[in-house]
């Protein structure tokens, strides 16, 4: 899908994606002081869920910290958003003096250790988010959807990191998937 195979219906929904996706994370982002672009915005969203299955104990300790800095080790915008994906979502609305990929770049792996911490705060607005995200996928099934992709980062992280009490992280990734729709 390119931007010159956009419908007026899919450019409409594309605006109201962003615009639902910026409402819900206005107050991380007022908080955090971290104005992002709509492709940072994507990209920052395509981790949430590690942060998610991260903070599912409500701890973040230091094997936490050390898959989450490995994940996060080559986060890149240029790199993750491709130029028709960029395209599309240039159609939605981007505020003044949102800051450069590189400065998110730096900043990415602190602000999901952030959010991971403090997920208390923020877990209604980060499931609403990706869950609103998820509209964009046009083949929920295909491997390379939103969905598979934010499926498999929640498998992931349990895989690789449950803690004490595997069983009650699992109950909760399995909650937040429910609610995202995976």
């Known amino acids: 899908m390119n931007a010159t195979n956009l419908t007026a219906e899919d450019r409409v929904k594309i605006v109201e ?3 639902e996706l910026r409402q819900f994370l206005s107050n991380f982002m007022n908080d ?23 903070a599912s104990d409500r701890e973040v300790d230091e094997n936490e910290i050390r898959l989450l800095d490995k994940i996060t080790k080559d986060i890149d915008v240029t790199n993750m958003v491709s130029l028709d994906l960029m395209e599309i979502i240039a159609i939605a609305n ?8 590189e400065e998110f770049n ?3 792996d602190s602000e999901l250790l952030f ?3 403090n997920i208390d705060k923020y877990e209604n607005e980060i499931i ?14 295909a491997e390379t959807s939103l969905t598979k992709t934010f499926s498999k980062w929640f498998d992931f992280v ?7 009490n595997k069983q009650a ?7 937040y998937k429910a609610n995202i729709g995976l």
Do not use: H, W
Request: glycine residues 2%; positive net charge.
């Open 17 to 19: 994606i962003f615009g």
């Open 32 to 54: 955090r002081d971290f104005k992002m672009s709509n492709a940072q915005i994507f990209t920052f969203l395509t981790y949430a869920p590690v942060c998610l299955a991260i």
């Open 94 to 101: 981007e505020p003044e003096e949102i800051m450069l990929n």
């Open 106 to 108: 730096m900043r990415i």
């Open 115 to 117: 959010l991971s911490r």
């Open 128 to 141: 609403s988010s990706v869950k609103s995200l998820l509209k964009i996928d046009k083949d929920r099934t």
């Open 158 to 164: 349990i895989e690789k990191n449950a803690g004490r």
């Open 169 to 175: 992280e699992m109950e909760k990734v399995s909650k």
